[in-house]
């Protein structure tokens, strides 16, 4: 695997950002790591980070690079700070970076893929977030997207949390989060009527998750959506050892023999 630390500019935020990136090799000398076959474009996971963390997190408390390395998969990690992958009322616009920019940006550097069938998004706590609001708000750019923890009702979490203020400068508004395009459990809805893709989706969290409750209303939301979920739950907190394990459940659940 070639693992590289990207630092370029964003015309969107107008600010130099990073990206730490995973790319397949086809080595077969690495002890302990059996390299992928290559291809002329790799299929990529968005791996999307919480709201204390960066982009550097998921490969410093993780083993997501051995994870990947029989896979052929090429794994994106953005930076996106404390902006809950939204175009912030005041601040940057980082859900057009991520929805928009960053896939050019990734496929003009690297050799990946542009299909729908290629393309996943995975993330935890407010990456979850992120993940899910990628996958249903361009179901015609991902065909699934996996959320390990994630905050799934903004309208109430961003109510009920304090300080208020820091989610004023995410979300303007509050009281207008619901029905909104930063409302997951609308854009489910909207989703699920619509007459376009539907993406797969996987949700976890663990039982004792300050988020366990969160988690069960966009279950039970999305089951009564009939939407293409599957969902897990067993006894965990928020913390690394699980989703070190649930991110190797996620690789296990992409429907990479989709992928051309």
């Known amino acids: 695997m070639a693992f590289i630390q990207c630092d370029f500019f964003s015309e969107v935020l107008g600010l130099s950002t990073s990206m730490n990136v995973i790319l397949p090799q086809p080595a077969s000398g690495q002890i302990g790591m059996e390299g992928s076959k290559a291809s002329d474009k790799y299929p990529v996971l968005y791996l999307l980070h919480g709201l204390s963390d960066d982009h550097t997190i998921w490969a410093r408390r993780t ?21 809950f992958y939204t175009d912030m009322a005041k601040g940057d616009r980082y859900w057009t970076f991520v929805s928009e920019e960053l896939p050019q940006i990734v496929r003009s550097f690297f050799p990946i893929s542009a299909a729908r069938e290629d393309n996943f998004v995975a993330g935890l706590s407010m990456g979850g977030y992120g993940a899910f609001k990628l996958a249903l708000r ?27 203020r820091a989610w004023e400068y995410v979300f303007g508004d509050l009281d207008k989060i619901k029905g909104s395009d930063n409302d997951l459990l609308y ?10 893709p539907n993406p797969m ?30 969902y897990e739950e067993e006894p965990g907190t928020h913390e690394w050892g699980y989703w070190d394990k649930k991110i190797q459940r996620v690789l296990e659940w992409l429907p990479l023999n989709n992928s051309k």
Request: charged fraction near 20%.
């Open 63 to 83: 083993s997501v690079e051995r994870y990947v390395a029989s896979l052929g998969l090429a794994v994106v990690m953005p930076a996106v700070h404390k902006s």
């Open 138 to 164: 361009c179901p015609d750019k991902f065909i699934a997207g996996a959320s390990l923890s994630g905050a799934l009702n903004m309208a109430d979490l961003a109510k009920n949390r304090h300080p208020q």
């Open 187 to 196: 854009l489910a809805e909207k989703v699920a009527k619509s007459n376009g």
């Open 201 to 230: 989706l996987y949700q976890c969290c663990g039982t004792e998750d300050f988020l366990y409750e969160d988690n069960i209303v966009f279950r039970d939301w999305a089951n009564e959506l009939g939407l293409d979920l599957t």
